[in-house]
T-cell receptor, first 112, second 116 residues
Framework: SQQGEEDPQALSIQEGENATMNCSYKTSINNLQWYRQNSGRGLVHLILIRSNEREKHSGRLRVTLDTSKKSSSLLITASRAADTASYFCATTRMDSSYKLIFGSGTRLLVRP | ETGVTQSPTHLIKTRGQQVTLRCSSQSGHNTVSWYQQALGQGPQFIFQYYREEENGRGNFPPRFSGLQFPNYSSELNVNALELDDSALYLC???????????????FGEGSRLTVL
């Protein structure tokens, strides 16, 4: 079963705009990660935020985590056409840290 | 590129057949996990192997089985294929949690299985 749900399911923006994707999850977590997937290919790790962290930055990416609301957001600033992909949040639970539980993903289209 | 390689990249099988998918982990990684990704869905955890033993399993029937070899490469075997087994099968490697693993997984490009 999916632990996380991303919102929106699909997002279309113009190049240069910011893209915000949200993720909600159900149980207590060790950490939350965001992955990117280009059209049916492998997933690429973007960023990891631990349960005791509230915000993290990496280049044009900003991730926030609100454990009280069981939610996270991924912000991509100054988007580029090359950012077009599906983005997934994934969590590890405290009682089963060996596996990632993925959400259903947000499909991002950045129009040139 | 992550250094995780999977083979074959695409294959077509018929219902009832058996399939073996292969994965070579990134150099230095001792843990391999397998995920199934149906079209339009997020990946679902199948199982993980560490030191040649199954270290955890998701909600998949016993006809999904695996192996890990001393060089940390791995196989996923699926018996008695069903139409719903059609999916992208992803292998991911990592270090075990006691060896400095931050939790990040390194994925291969996947094997796309079509069951007719």
């Amino acid at each position: 079963s999916q632990q996380g749900e991303e919102d929106p399911q699909a997002l279309s923006i113009q190049e240069g705009e910011n893209a915000t994707m949200n993720c909600s999850y159900k149980t207590s977590i060790n950490n939350l990660q965001w992955y990117r997937q280009n059209s049916g290919r492998g997933l690429v790790h973007l960023i990891l935020i631990r349960s005791n962290e509230r915000e993290k930055h990496s280049g044009r990416l900003r991730v926030t985590l609100d454990t009280s609301k069981k939610s996270s957001s991924l912000l991509i600033t100054a988007s580029r056409a090359a950012d077009t992909a599906s983005y997934f949040c994934a969590t590890t639970r405290m009682d089963s840290s060996y596996k990632l539980i993925f959400g259903s993903g947000t499909r991002l289209l950045v129009r040139p | 590129e992550t250094g995780v390689t999977q083979s074959p990249t695409h294959l077509i099988k018929t219902r009832g057949q058996q399939v073996t998918l292969r994965c070579s982990s990134q150099s230095g990684h001792n843990t391999v996990s397998w995920y199934q990704q149906a079209l339009g869905q997020g990946p679902q955890f199948i199982f993980q192997y560490y030191r040649e033993e199954e270290n955890g399993r998701g909600n998949f029937p016993p006809r999904f089985s695996g192996l890990q070899f001393p060089n940390y490469s791995s196989e996923l075997n699926v018996n008695a294929l069903e139409l719903d087994d059609s999916a992208l099968y992803l292998c991911a490697s990592s270090l075990d949690l006691t060896s400095g693993n931050t939790g990040e997984l390194f994925f291969g490009e996947g094997s796309r299985l079509t069951v007719l």
